[in-house]
């Protein structure tokens, strides 16, 4: 009995003779490791950098509801601003904001504001013009958002629906500069719950908007 637990305690000791080269070698790891990721830190961001680029539109259009939405909103202007980051030659983030001025047909014509605020996955092709001054690339989108109606002269808590959507349009641009044309036309559906909340569950409803924007990029 002795021999056995003399034996397991020089079995376990033998081990623990052994771990501190092994954490001298894991530091060393870790330090080499943390070495060159910091080396390699500017190259990243430089190529990152060159990969990536940022565009901003200020946009100007129509809003157009249709099925059930036409008993209850106007077609109406539509305004906002668009922001693009480039993942990649061919796909981009692509954010938006939008405001309608509308008015609710079945309250009086009561002023009503549509907000608009969506994120969505954007592909482009490749230019279709590579010989012309203008460069010609359509894309589409498709993402998800929120649209929130808001009454401006009603003591009314103002309703916000989740929104999805989908996009085509084409990008126009100078093949080497920061200045470009947008054209979009886009498909929403929202969850919509009523004006005032007044559906007893959420139902689809449809809109259509159609844009130009003037694209900056950086």
């Known amino acids: 009995m002795s021999r056995t637990i003399v034996g397991s305690a020089e079995s376990s000791d033998a081990p623990s003779t052994r771990r501190p080269s092994f954490k001298r070698a894991g530091r060393a790891l870790a330090v080499a490791a943390a070495l060159t990721t910091l080396a390699t830190l500017p190259s990243l961001a430089t190529r990152a950098a060159a990969q990536g680029s940022v565009s901003i539109r200020p946009t100007v259009g129509v809003f157009v509801p249709t099925g059930d939405q036409r008993d209850l909103l106007e077609d109406a202007v539509l305004a906002g601003v668009q922001g693009t980051y480039d993942l990649t030659p061919t796909f981009a983030l692509s954010g938006t904001f939008g405001w309608s001025p509308n008015k609710a047909r079945a309250l009086g014509h009561e002023k009503l504001d549509?907000?608009?605020?969506?994120?969505?996955?954007?592909?482009?092709?490749?230019?279709?013009?590579?010989?012309a001054s203008i460069s010609t690339r359509p894309y589409a989108v498709l993402g998800?958002?929120?649209?929130?109606?808001?009454?401006?002269?009603?003591?009314?808590?103002a309703q916000t629906n989740f929104l999805g959507f989908g996009?085509?349009?084409?990008?126009l641009?100078?093949?080497?500069?920061?200045?470009?044309?947008?054209?979009?036309a886009r498909d929403n559906?929202?969850?919509?719950?009523?004006?005032?909340?007044?559906?007893?569950e959420r139902k689809a409803r449809n809109d259509?908007?159609?844009?130009?924007?003037?694209?900056?990029?950086?």
Request: proline share 4%; no cysteine; charged share 20%.
């Open 167 to 171: 996009a085509v349009g084409v990008d």
């Open 114 to 131: 549509l907000f608009q605020y969506d994120l969505g996955i954007e592909g482009r092709l490749r230019n279709l013009t590579p010989t």
């Open 208 to 218: 259509l908007q159609f844009s130009a924007g003037l694209t900056i990029a950086f």
């Open 144 to 157: 998800a958002g929120a649209r929130t109606y808001h009454f401006r002269d009603l003591n009314e808590d």
């Open 173 to 184: 641009a100078q093949p080497a500069g920061p200045i470009g044309i947008r054209i979009e």
């Open 189 to 200: 559906v929202t969850a919509f719950k009523g004006l005032l909340d007044e559906l007893s």
